[in-house]
């Protein structure tokens, strides 16, 4: 990878691309620090002490702690990622949307176009929400209707500007907008959980300096492993052999060679994690706006819908499951894949074209995504175990040391976003580097 970025970097062309999507970043860094009017400055602890282990929480990650500040960028590119998953669905469920996607260039840009329309609607809404969640939980200096009027402005105008930028990295930088700016993020919250990491385990004064020193070694160590695995899992694939037949055009001979069909064991990516992790805290995300804590419905998503509680961790898991074979099954189409391979006069040896290839395909596929979704609860679910251990630990022996992982809630999906974009950033620059040294046979 190392080698790779270098050798892009030493590409006059590719430079330019690079410090293209650096300079974006830059920018957004900026913007999600900058304050919105009327905005108390108590919002950032408060914040976290209340919301952190809610939907809310997951999208403060994804922001760059942005959401937890309430700066311009708070919303970040979740109205956007939202848009994209709400027309992709749309255009399988809409005839005339599924044509337009199927129309070439013309057709993803009107695409494109109603990604947009969708993207202001929702950050219209959610900005709303979100400045009433200020409003109830005092954090404004000013809540009159033209305080909420300027905030409400600025938290669309910044999702717009956050759409903007992305596009402007697929247009003229390397890699996906949405993507870059989410791995941005993550790594931008990297030495906050570092700091946290560090005052939990040594300056608390429970452990002794060596004590503290082999227990943050063996946390960095599991964390290497574990990215190493992520990356094994995420470049796993399965491939199916295709004999294409033998056919005579003319005096020459075409077809005759075999090639294979690859099916990634990762196909879905982080999306079953994110759906899950949005659906599970939905109790909890109801309960944090409600100011009756002695209502039957608050004790109860209290005592079993925490993060740190074996409900919680084990709805999560399931729900990652179900929307793994959820997430593949509205993405991948195993009649059309078997109709493209029988057209173009290829087959998989011992079945025949047809229904027996489309069933052959299914079981494959049905395997394939039990064993991603297995991968996805592991990298998913192993902070939260060690979240629900530790709080357990803690629950029977008041006065134990034990490292505080609260933190890292949510560490499971950050991590495959960071892992995912950026392998898919590095096979982006290795296919610009190849095209580029093929300089063809009149050079």
């Given at each position: 990878?190392?080698?790779?970025?270098?050798?892009?970097?030493?590409?006059?062309?590719?430079?330019?691309?690079?410090?293209?999507?650096?300079?974006?970043?830059?920018?957004?860094?900026?913007?999600?620090?900058?304050?919105?009017?009327?905005?108390?400055?108590?919002?950032?602890?408060?914040?976290?002490?209340?919301?952190?282990?809610?939907?809310?929480?997951?999208?403060?990650?994804?922001?760059?702690?942005?959401?937890?500040?309430?700066?311009?960028?708070?919303?970040?590119?979740?109205?956007?990622?939202?848009?994209?998953?709400?027309?992709?669905?749309?255009?399988?469920?809409?005839?005339?949307?599924?044509?337009?996607?199927?129309?070439?260039?013309?057709?993803?840009?009107?695409?494109?176009?109603?990604?947009?329309?969708?993207?202001?609607?929702?950050?219209?809404?959610?900005?709303?929400?979100?400045?009433?969640?200020?409003?109830?939980?005092?954090?404004?200096?000013?809540?009159?209707?033209?305080a909420m009027i300027v905030i409400n402005a600025a938290f669309c105008a910044g999702a717009a500007l956050v759409m903007w930028l992305a596009e402007l990295i697929n247009d003229k930088g390397i890699g996906n907008g949405i993507s870059i700016i989410l791995f941005?993020?993550?790594?931008?919250?990297?030495?906050?959980?570092?700091?946290?990491?560090?005052?939990?385990?040594?300056?608390?004064?429970?452990?002794?300096?060596?004590?503290?020193?082999?227990?943050?070694?063996?946390?960095?160590?599991?964390?290497?492993?574990?990215?190493?695995?992520?990356?094994?899992?995420?470049?796993?694939?399965?491939?199916?052999?295709?004999?294409?037949?033998?056919?005579?055009?003319?005096?020459?001979?075409?077809?005759?060679?075999?090639?294979?069909?690859?099916?990634?064991?990762?196909?879905?990516?982080?999306?079953?994690?994110?759906?899950?992790?949005?659906?599970?805290?939905?109790?909890?995300?109801?309960?944090?706006?409600?100011?009756?804590?002695?209502?039957?419905?608050?004790?109860?998503?209290?005592?079993?819908?925490?993060?740190?509680?074996?409900?919680?961790?084990?709805?999560?898991?399931?729900?990652?499951?179900?929307?793994?074979?959820?997430?593949?099954?509205?993405?991948?189409?195993?009649?059309?894949?078997?109709?493209?391979?029988?057209?173009?006069?290829?087959?998989?040896?011992?079945?025949?074209?047809?229904?027996?290839?489309?069933?052959?395909?299914?079981?494959?596929?049905?395997?394939?995504?039990?064993?991603?979704?297995?991968?996805?609860?592991?990298?998913?679910?192993?902070?939260?175990?060690?979240?629900?251990?530790?709080?357990?630990?803690?629950?029977?022996?008041?006065?134990?040391?034990?490292v505080n992982l609260s933190g890292f809630t949510f560490g499971g999906s950050s991590l495959l976003i960071v892992v995912g974009v950026a392998l898919e950033t590095v096979r982006d620059i290795e296919a610009q580097l190849s095209l580029r040294a093929n300089k063809?046979?009149?050079?």
């Amino acid at each position: 990878m190392f080698k790779t970025l270098k050798n892009a970097w030493k590409t006059p062309e590719l430079q330019k691309k690079m410090l293209f999507v650096l300079f974006i970043v830059l920018l957004y860094r900026l913007g999600a620090c900058l304050c919105v009017p009327y905005v108390s400055a108590d919002v950032s602890g408060s914040f976290a002490t209340a919301y952190g282990s809610s939907v809310l929480g997951l999208m403060s990650i994804l922001s760059g702690g942005a959401l937890q500040y309430a700066t311009l960028f708070a919303l970040s590119v979740n109205p956007y990622i939202t848009a994209s998953i709400v027309i992709q669905l749309l255009t399988i469920a809409i005839p005339a949307l599924e044509r337009m996607s199927k129309d070439g260039p013309e057709g993803q840009k009107k695409i494109n176009a109603i990604t947009r329309y969708v993207t202001v609607a929702l950050s219209l809404v959610t900005s709303y929400g979100y400045s009433m969640l200020l409003k109830s939980n005092g954090w404004l200096v000013r809540s009159d209707w033209f305080a909420m009027i300027v905030i409400n402005a600025a938290f669309c105008a910044g999702a717009a500007l956050v759409m903007w930028l992305a596009e402007l990295i697929n247009d003229k930088g390397i890699g996906n907008g949405i993507s870059i700016i989410l791995f941005a993020n993550i790594i931008s919250r990297i030495p906050s959980m570092v700091v946290s990491l560090y005052n939990s385990i040594v300056m608390n004064g429970s452990y002794h300096w060596a004590i503290g020193a082999v227990i943050a070694l063996a946390i960095i160590a599991l964390m290497v492993v574990i990215v190493g695995f992520v990356v094994f899992i995420t470049n796993s694939e399965r491939r199916i052999p295709i004999q294409y037949a033998k056919r005579v055009v003319g005096r020459k001979m075409y077809g005759g060679q075999s090639t294979n069909l690859p099916i990634k064991l990762n196909m879905a990516g982080v999306m079953p994690i994110i759906f899950a992790s949005s659906i599970v805290s939905i109790p909890a995300t109801i309960t944090a706006f409600m100011n009756n804590h002695d209502n039957w419905f608050y004790k109860f998503v209290d005592n079993f819908f925490d993060t740190d509680t074996w409900e919680y961790l084990v709805v999560f898991l399931i729900l990652i499951v179900a929307f793994s074979y959820f997430y593949i099954m509205i993405s991948f189409n195993p009649v059309e894949v078997a109709n493209n391979i029988n057209s173009n006069g290829g087959s998989i040896p011992g079945h025949r074209p047809g229904r027996p290839t489309v069933q052959y395909i299914n079981r494959i596929l049905k395997r394939i995504t039990l064993l991603g979704a297995f991968f996805l609860c592991i990298v998913a679910g192993l902070p939260m175990l060690a979240t629900v251990i530790t709080t357990a630990i803690q629950n029977a022996r008041p006065t134990a040391n034990v490292v505080n992982l609260s933190g890292f809630t949510f560490g499971g999906s950050s991590l495959l976003i960071v892992v995912g974009v950026a392998l898919e950033t590095v096979r982006d620059i290795e296919a610009q580097l190849s095209l580029r040294a093929n300089k063809g046979f009149l050079s």
